[in-house]
DNA sequence: GCTTGCCCTAGAGTTCACTTCATAGTTTAT
DNA sequence: ATAAACTATGAAGTGAACTCTAGGGCAAGC
């Protein structure tokens, strides 16, 4: 498949793509160049970039990915390793998540009182004064 | 409080705060002036960068949490805009979370490869081939 | 055969969130 | 009184991850 196919498919840019393979994130397993050195791309690259847009979503760099993605292709690192970056990540991850869900705590007061302003503006005014009595940081 | 000891506080430089001051993230309810022009913040201040920290530990850019913060602060939106701007942000928060437990789904198989490879190479083996046989992206 | 459209490369430009620098005024300790 | 330490400003620099441009090669339709 060409690059277009390719960017449409992952819903990305064909410039993007290419950054990517610049970066070292494709090999030659999922781009290869035809006669007329016009990119050619695997479905394991539909793959690849699947998994890159995953771990990108939790906030792997670019640079980070690459290094997983290479020792995962190549074994360059002991298993060992492996397991400690995996529960390195596992650690970065839940405490993200915790963040979530604390932000989503700050939000459903915020909402919780916007709603309460549109129906009973004088109520509204009681909640904002017991959440400032109680609420330090 | 000066700007060093803020900062201490807050664990940011001085250039990220005068940075953030800059950029519309704080204004004189938390930072005035002394005689000498130096800035002297307020505990206000305090809140506010822990606000800051909190929004942007979810993603939120400065640009956005400006319009936020200063939204909030000055009533510039409607109440039913501000709604509708938390429930866009809890979904945002909500859907995120979702890719992380993907992402720790994701995580928690390879280490349960990874750890079964160290005790049962052949057992781990045979562990690639169902997977292989049943996942698709 | 010519236009239109997709492909190539190398490199410059952009945005974000800082970070560093150059230069200078102020305060504090010795 | 002078040095060290803190403050100020404006502007330039950095790194990550794109994004775009210039200048060119191939390919498909009319």
């Given at each position: 498949m060409k690059i277009q196919e390719l960017a449409d498919r992952m819903g990305l840019t064909i410039h993007t793509i290419r950054y990517y393979e610049k970066e070292g994130l494709l090999d030659d397993r999922h781009v290869r160049r035809e006669s007329n050195n016009y990119r050619n791309y695997s479905e394991e690259a539909v793959e690849r970039l699947k998994l890159v847009k995953k771990f990108q979503s939790i906030g792997c760099s670019l640079a980070e990915l690459k290094g997983v993605l290479q020792d995962l292709d190549?074994?360059?690192?002991t298993n060992q390793q492996i397991i400690d970056w995996i529960r390195g990540k596992k650690k970065e991850i839940e405490s993200k998540k915790e963040e979530y869900d604390q932000m989503l705590d700050i939000l459903n007061k915020m909402l919780e009182y916007r709603t309460l302003l549109m129906e009973d503006p004088i109520k509204a005014q009681e909640m904002l004064k017991t959440w400032h009595a109680g609420s330090s940081d």
């Open positions: 190549n074994n360059a690192r």
